[in-house]
């Protein structure tokens, strides 16, 4: 008996919390579990909500307990959410009216909901997610260079996100309490991100810094069944602005390894017209939705010697992994383990700088983490992983990836900056890609409105392109994923209007032809 009481002793944790969680949907009407998981929900989730996979988790802040996702369970009227580990902060993705989905997080002032808390989840949103901001404005404004100087307009934001707040606090009655706290954390997203555009802004009209940004669109591997338009497409991405494009090598099954010269035919027209245009190159290896469920560390190596020595002194940046945290690399139905994707990206870094030890490599990552499937998967789970293991050798550059149809980003765009800047210390970073919705039906999470995508695109190529360059340590960067589909479309020779939106926000940042 005493064996079996020490086993159960064992296994259960050494602390774990259970709170009750009080949420509010924008009408004002308390949400039961059913409820709060409906409105975590992706848009194309019309089944019952998964709640093993629902985007909402907690983060011991001890440190001594892994981060896990909540678990919910409704009784009676009372809905509570546990999880092993002791006082925690809660992470997950809200809906911020106006704004968009965002990722935020809820910390109780930095000390975590321990047992028997009650939790108001639209207030403690907003007051965490307030204070980050304030945070963020601090230190812009005196301990960053070069320092941020706010506008009128940002000033006025801040101020409405402030009163906003204090209206808040006054209210008593729960609704009533929690669609104020919604407005509040509405008026601290739109504050927050005038604050991030604005500074963006102000980087790049320093004539010390200006020169350090690159601006780039993506030609995806699509590219070589439109040659026909390669002298049109390298026209207009000179035309937008962009010095930099992100040339995806097609996966070529063929011939993998690229070990014939015919290989590369496709690419080296376009390469010339691109160096016409003084436009630098990023070379993609292999992109991260193409990896073949028997990729070697070997065969990626010689792939990646065949390709950088064939392009040597014309290619200007070799991204060596492209996503290397996605859970889809080798196949979505059995997907390469992350030990042997790392090694696999591992080798084709150590290759790429064998051959020249100067040329420039970039290594992306998948911005997600209360949408991950997985801690291991997660942005920040993978860094703390695998920086210990040695990520960064053989990378100049760590790229992010955000997706926020998929993985919600708003209020939390700054924070995945800092956690790589934290997690990487030596290692430049940029944003080296983005998009929004694949095709035109919305099936993720929203951004601006439910039914506007096309809005919603030229609002992110906007924020996230300026923003960028006020991160840290950061050089800009952009590359836009679906250029070709989105931007320089087939068929007419005729660029949309997100293509021009993408124009005139870089001609804002001092880009011109």
């Not at 001594?64 to 919910?72: C, G, T």
Request: hydrophobic share 40%; proline share 4%; with cysteine.
């Amino acid at each position: 008996m005493i064996s079996l009481a020490l086993a159960a002793a064992l296994a259960t944790p050494a602390c774990a919390a259970s709170v009750k969680l009080f949420a509010y949907d924008k009408k004002g009407r308390e949400l039961d579990r059913p409820g709060l998981l409906a409105i975590l929900a992706r848009a194309d989730d019309k089944t019952a909500h998964d709640a093993a996979k629902f985007p909402f988790w907690a983060f011991p802040v001890d440190g001594k307990s892994p981060p896990e996702r909540v678990r919910l369970e409704q009784k009676g009227k009372l809905l509570f959410a546990s999880w092993a580990g002791g006082p925690a902060r809660l992470e997950l993705v809200w809906p911020v009216a106006e704004d968009g989905f965002n990722g935020v997080s809820s910390d109780n002032e930095g000390h975590g909901f321990s047992e028997g808390t009650a939790v108001f989840l639209n207030e403690d949103l907003a007051l965490t997610q307030y204070r980050l901001f304030k945070d963020s404005w601090k230190r812009r404004t005196t301990d960053w260079q070069p320092l941020y100087q706010p506008g009128k307009e940002a000033k006025d934001l801040a101020e409405k996100a402030k009163a906003a707040m204090a209206e808040a606090v006054r209210q008593k009655e729960a609704p009533a309490r929690a669609l104020a706290f919604d407005k509040a954390l509405q008026a601290t997203a739109l504050a927050w991100e005038k604050e991030l555009f604005e500074h963006g802004l102000q980087h790049v009209v320093d004539e010390r810094r200006a020169k350090n940004y690159r601006f780039g669109l993506t030609l995806d591997d699509t590219l070589v069944q439109r040659m026909d338009d390669a002298d049109w497409i390298t026209k207009e991405v000179s035309r937008s602005g962009s010095d930099w494009v992100r040339l995806v090598f097609r996966p070529n099954a063929s011939d993998f390894v690229y070990s014939s010269l015919r290989s590369f035919n496709k690419y080296d027209g376009m390469l010339a017209e691109l160096k016409k245009k003084k436009i630098k190159v990023m070379g993609c290896v292999l992109d991260t939705a193409q990896w073949p469920k028997t990729l070697t560390p070997e065969a990626y190596a010689e792939r990646v010697k065949n390709i950088v020595l064939h392009y040597k002194g014309k290619v200007d940046s070799w991204e060596v992994g492209s996503e290397i945290n996605g859970d889809w690399l080798g196949g979505g139905a059995q997907p390469l383990g992350l030990d042997q994707i790392y090694k696999i990206f591992s080798a084709g870094a150590a290759k790429a700088k064998e051959l020249d030890p100067e040329t420039e490599t970039v290594a992306t990552l998948y911005w997600w983490e209360a949408t991950a499937p997985d801690r291991e998967h997660s942005f920040s789970g993978w860094l703390e992983t695998y920086s210990r293991r040695g990520f960064g050798k053989n990378v100049d550059i760590v790229g992010l990836s955000f997706y926020p149809e998929d993985n919600p980003v708003g209020m939390s765009f700054e924070r995945a900056f800092d956690a790589a800047a934290e997690a990487m210390p030596e290692h430049r970073l940029m944003l080296s890609s983005f998009g929004y919705v694949e095709n035109t039906e919305l099936k993720g999470y929203w951004w601006l409105a439910p039914d506007d995508v096309d809005d919603a695109r030229k609002d992110i190529s906007i924020l996230y392109t300026t923003a960028s360059c006020a991160m840290s340590r950061s050089l800009g960067g952009g590359f836009w994923w679906q250029t070709l589909q989105q931007m320089l479309p087939a068929g007419h020779r005729k660029t949309t209007d997100l293509f021009n939106v993408y124009r005139r926000t870089l001609a804002r940042l001092g880009r011109k032809e």
